[in-house]
């Protein structure tokens, strides 16, 4: 375990459906992050949270709709998704992004399919 | 634009071999650098991080090395063991990006 948990596992939507991913991590930590995994390509990072301020889009649809309540929690808000969004959702945090030494632990991730 | 390659793509190795993982990138200036492993369906746990004024870094069996003049680090493992059978990411942080730019990897499979 490494003090990042995500829910669900696993899920499986319609491309009309609505639901959300979780992230909690009980590290301390200030910042979060959510990256996606898909086949064969390397991860992307999607979206970053500092102190529950967002410092960065990387240009991601607006089909996907980060929250970040506290900095304990991070959430993924998915809308009208495309087949092609079916990836492994994975979240990260880490104590200070600027900091040379600063090191991410990352969740076990969402499989997501989008049917 | 930082790009982060990793070879080979999958490798399989008997036990007790030492082997050498390596990744390249395009863009010296970079932060720091780091490997991480992931097993099939998990998250990525950090193994070894290399800030860029260092030249190495060790941890058990594995060791890190970081040439940024070349744009190549490598990642040493002694003694493989089954256990070692994951996939390995190498990730670069830019100098004033503050975000990691992710290799595709490299699938090991350590045979006993």
């Known amino acids: 375990e490494t003090g990042v948990t995500q829910t669900p596992r696993h899920l499986v939507m319609g491309m009309t459906n609505k639901k959300s991913l979780k992230c909690e991590q009980h590290l301390g930590h200030n910042a979060m992050y959510w990256y996606k995994q898909s086949a064969k390509k390397p991860l992307e990072l999607m979206f970053v949270?500092?102190?529950?301020?967002?410092?960065e889009n990387n240009s991601v649809p607006s089909r996907f709709s980060p929250e970040c309540p506290n900095s304990s929690h991070l959430f993924l808000h998915l809308h009208t998704l495309q087949p092609e969004d079916s990836a492994l959702y994975l979240c990260?945090?880490?104590?200070?992004?600027?900091?040379?030494?600063?090191?991410?632990?990352f969740g076990p991730g969402t499989r997501l399919t989008v049917l | 634009k930082q790009e982060v390659t990793q070879i080979p793509a999958a490798l399989s190795v008997p036990e007790g071999e030492n082997l050498v993982l390596n990744c390249s990138f395009t863009?010296?200036?970079?932060?720091?650098l780091q490997w991480f492993r992931q097993d099939p369906g998990k998250g990525l746990t950090s193994l070894l991080l290399?800030?860029?004024?260092?030249r190495e870094q060790t941890s058990g069996r594995l060791n890190a090395s970081l040439d940024k003049s070349s744009g190549r680090s490598t990642l040493y493992i002694a003694a493989s063991q089954p256990g070692d059978s994951a996939t390995y990411l190498c990730?670069?942080?830019?100098?004033?990006?503050?975000?990691?730019?992710f290799g595709t990897g490299t699938r090991l499979k350590v045979l006993a």
């Open positions: 949270y500092n102190f529950k301020e967002q410092t």
């Open positions: 990260a945090s880490s104590q200070e992004p600027a900091a040379s030494t600063d090191t991410q632990y």
């Open positions: 990730a670069v942080m830019s100098s004033g990006t503050y975000k990691y730019i």
């Open positions: 863009d010296s200036a970079i932060y720091n």
């Open positions: 290399i800030q860029s004024s260092q």
